[in-house]
């Protein structure tokens, strides 16, 4: 979610920050040798060197702030921070973007900047390691070895990735999508995690055996690790966890399996041509099948609701990804979920402080629509007591609606066709309005790439002007 930020490390990497910090030599040495193992095993060669530097994680934490401040608009922060409370995924009083960077850089053992364009190792590698797998194991002869060549040359193939591809332009797309994100950044992620898995499992860079391994399967062991280091980070919000693991995951799925079928020049391709959804992720038979199955892309309307004292924060895709964590991940929303075909919402705030938002989704088939909504109201209907947590559903004309909550606070589903509006947090005065322009004034069209680029060249063109504005 954030412009121009740091690519993130593979999460279960790590190594002695100590170590290394007394023998600069050794990390030379590593650093070098990951360099070549990484041009090796990529196909690709370095057009630039890339320095390697110790930074604490607090430094880092620091720094990365400074480049939000300086970096992001205010108006996109506030967008970031009220979207997910809109929805409820966060508590109310908490500091999304905040919580975010610190999630992010408690977890990783490197990262790559893109723009400053050199690899950081946190300086405090041996304790997180320790606290990972056990001090005894950490410590033991030859275990560090392994580690490195992962961690290194995970990041030198970001690096390479940036000399040949322009990482900090891809990374700096779809700042209002981030179903797009995600799935630009699996890309990403999933062809630094296959070097750098292949790094670990063999010191040559041999990727014969790992390549020979069912991907999904590989992936799912990934996945089941992936549980966040120390309680706090633990404490953290499902949403930010889930979305901060996907791209690993997922995104190495893909791209082994694009390996396995076509080599690293079909990974090279998919730079020029990415996916551009969580399904095509989560199904990858939608990105690398025949027939691609591209999202659809919604438009929404400008619905003025300033006499009722609501004012527009900002608008965004959810996506099937972020819809099934939503919805609890449970088999049920998985499956509610899968239907999914393109998605937009639209989060106001009220002169009083509420948040309210509405959501157009499409899906696969007429039965999806009717599925996820029937979920939806279910879950929706756990924050109400008593009987305004009960759905009420009711069908007039062959339009199905579904609603809980009361006259203050509304959680109303109507379906027709293909396609769900869902409103949230508004009266029950106000939902008619909003749903009525929201389903009859939207406008849909296939995403294309060429679309998700001239979308992101009209976002930063309307931001860069208070791209510098300080925080309030």
Known sequence: MIARTIAL???????????????????????????????????????????????????????????????????????????????GLVPPDSDVLGDMIKLVVSQAGGFYDPEAKHVILPDDLEEFMGEMVGEMLAGADGFMEPMMRNILTHEFTHALQDQHHDLNTMMGMAMDDDDVKLALTALVEGDATLIGTGAMMDEQGDMTTLLKQDPAAMGAMMGAGGGMMGAEANAMPAILKETLIFPYVYGYILVTTMVQDGGFARVDKAFSDPPLSTEQLLHIEKYLGEERDEPIEITLPDVNLTEFGWHPVGQNSMGEFQTRVMLGNSPDAIVAAEGWDGDRYQVWQHDDGRLAVAWISVWDSDADARQFAEELAYHEGKR????????????????????????????????????????????????????????????????????????????????ASDAEVPVP
């Open 384 to 463: 109400f007591t008593g009987d305004a947590g009960k759905t009420k559903s009711s069908t007039v004309n062959g339009r199905y609606e579904l609603a809980v909550g009361g006259e203050d606070d509304l959680s109303w589903a109507t379906v027709e066709g293909d396609t769900v509006v869902f409103t949230r947090g508004f009266p029950a005065d106000t939902v008619g309005a909003v749903e009525s322009s929201i389903r009859g004034l939207s406008t849909k069209m296939i995403k294309t790439w060429e679309s998700v680029k001239a979308a992101s060249e009209a976002w930063n063109a309307k931001h």
């Open 9 to 87: 490390a593979a999460l279960t990497l790590a190594t002695s920050g100590t170590a290394l910090a007394r023998d600069p030599e050794q990390l030379s040495r590593w650093a070098e040798e990951g360099k070549v193992r990484a041009e090796k095993m990529r196909g690709l060669l370095f057009l630039r060197d890339v320095p390697v530097e110790l930074m604490s994680r607090a430094k880092i934490e620091s720094e990365i702030l400074e480049m939000v401040d300086r970096d992001m608009p205010p108006a996109y922060r506030k967008q970031i921070d009220l979207s997910y409370k809109a929805f």
